[in-house]
C-alpha cells in the first residue's frame, strides 16, 4: 500500500499515493477522540480529507522553496494547500506521521472550526500524530521532545479506551505546545471551512491552484522534524 514516491514523482502519482494510504493505513482506524469541545474521528481522514485531495480542492504540492528549512510538512488553510517536503515518503512511518499532523489542521478545517487557538490546533495535531504512530506498532514517542512526551500520554489514554481526553492531559500539552519558540508567538488558526473564504483568500486560492505545482506561498510553520 505505501510508496517509495519522494522527490522527482509526479503531481498526480503523489495525489493518488497519499490519497491510497489515508483510504487504507489501518491505524487510521484508531483516530478517535474529543479535545474539549472539538471532534476528530476517522472518517475525516479516509472520507472527507482524503476525497478532497483526490479532487484537488486541497492541493498537495511537493516542491522546493515551498516549505521552511527542516519543515517536513504544512497545511495552509486559506488556501487549500498541502505542502510536503522534496525528500517525504510514504514508505517512512514517520512522514506519514507528519502527514497524519497535517491532515488534522485539514480535517479541522473542514469542520469550519473558526478561529482556534494554536495551542489547541497543534495540541490536537499532535495528538492525533502520536495515536498513529503507536498504533503503528511504536511503543515510545516519535522523537523525544516535550510536546510528543505530553501527547504520547494523551494518546496512550485514547487507544486505552477513553474518547474524551482529560482535561489535565490537554492542559499538559498545551503549555508545551505554548513554551515551545517555533509556536509561541503564531496567531490563532483560521478553520473557516471550504466554501467560508474571504474573497481575497479565494482570490489567492485560485492563484495558486492555477500554478498547477509549481512552488505555493509556504504556510506559516508546519511540522518539523526532529525534537519537540
Known amino acids: 500500500m505505501q510508496s517509495n514516491l519522494a522527490a522527482g514523482g509526479s503531481r498526480v502519482s503523489l495525489q493518488i499515493d497519499v490519497y491510497d494510504f489515508l483510504k487504507r493505513a489501518p491505524a487510521i482506524s484508531r483516530i478517535n477522540f474529543a479535545y474539549r469541545k472539538f471532534k476528530i474521528y476517522p472518517s ?3 472520507d472527507d480529507i482524503a476525497k478532497l485531495i483526490l479532487d484537488r480542492n486541497i492541493l498537495l504540492v511537493q516542491a522546493s522553496g515551498s516549505l521552511k528549512k527542516r519543515v517536513a510538512a504544512s497545511y495552509h488553510s486559506s488556501v487549500d494547500i498541502l505542502n510536503v517536503s522534496t525528500d517525504f515518503l510514504l514508505s517512512n512511518q514517520k512522514d506519514c506521521a507528519y502527514l497524519i499532523h497535517e491532515c488534522t489542521h485539514a480535517l479541522c478545517d473542514w469542520q469550519g472550526l473558526g478561529a482556534v487557538d494554536v495551542k489547541a490546533s497543534e495540541g490536537m495535531a499532535f495528538i492525533a500524530e502520536a495515536i498513529y504512530w503507536i498504533a503503528s506498532g511504536n511503543s515510545s514517542p516519535m522523537h523525544a ?11 496512550e489514554s485514547v487507544l486505552g479506551g477513553t474518547y474524551a481526553i482529560e482535561n489535565a492531559l490537554i492542559e499538559d500539552v498545551e503549555a508545551r505546545v505554548g513554551a515551545e519558540a517555533h509556536y509561541a508567538r503564531k496567531p490563532p488558526a483560521q478553520f473557516n471551512g471550504y466554501g467560508k473564504r474571504s474573497l481575497g483568500d ?5 492563484i495558486s491552484h492555477e500554478a498547477n505545482g509549481d512552488p505555493r506561498p509556504p504556510s506559516p510553520g508546519g511540522i518539523r522534524r526532529g525534537s519537540l
Open 44 to 46: 475525516g481522514y479516509t
Open 202 to 206: 479565494r482570490f489567492l486560492r485560485a
Open 145 to 155: 521532545g516535550r510536546i510528543r512526551e505530553a501527547a504520547f500520554a494523551a494518546a
